[in-house]
């Protein structure tokens, strides 16, 4: 695993705990934001890993998909847990309404298997 490979599933996990912090606060956007970049810098890990980079959120989050989830190296929840989270982190950077304590907690959760079966595959490509 490359330094910039476990850099970035570090800031992954610094951006989970930032996450878990401002759900206790109450502070739900902010919260589903932060979850949403510890699972973006997971998914740019994975990519890296294949000697793939993009910068968008929007190229990440697709070739994502295409690269570990339509090739079967990853579990189809994983995929669809990283394209709602980036539909929520939208809405709650750039909209007025606050998201739900359900909303927040959900996407944690879903942030924390994400990151989990990303560190496990990395770990597994590794050993190969």
């Known amino acids: 695993m490359t330094r910039e490979i476990e850099e970035l599933l570090q800031k992954s996990q ?10 206790k606060a109450k502070d739900y956007d902010f919260a589903i934001s932060r979850a949403y970049y ?18 968008s959120h929007a190229a990440v989050v697709a070739r994502f998909g295409e690269h570990f989830i339509k090739a079967n190296l990853l579990p189809r929840k994983l995929g669809k847990a990283l394209s709602k ?3 929520l982190r939208m809405a709650s950077d750039y909209d007025v ?12 959760r879903n942030a924390q298997e994400f990151i ?6 990395l770990s597994q490509e590794a050993e190969d």
């Open 38 to 55: 510890s699972m973006f810098y997971s998914a740019q890990a994975a990519l890296l890993s294949k000697s793939l980079e993009y910068s």
């Open 116 to 121: 989990w079966a990303i560190s496990r595959y």
């Open 97 to 108: 309404s606050m998201p739900s304590a359900v909303e927040a907690k959900s996407t944690l």
């Open 14 to 23: 610094r951006s989970l705990q930032a996450a878990k912090r401002l759900l």
């Open 85 to 87: 989270a980036f539909r």
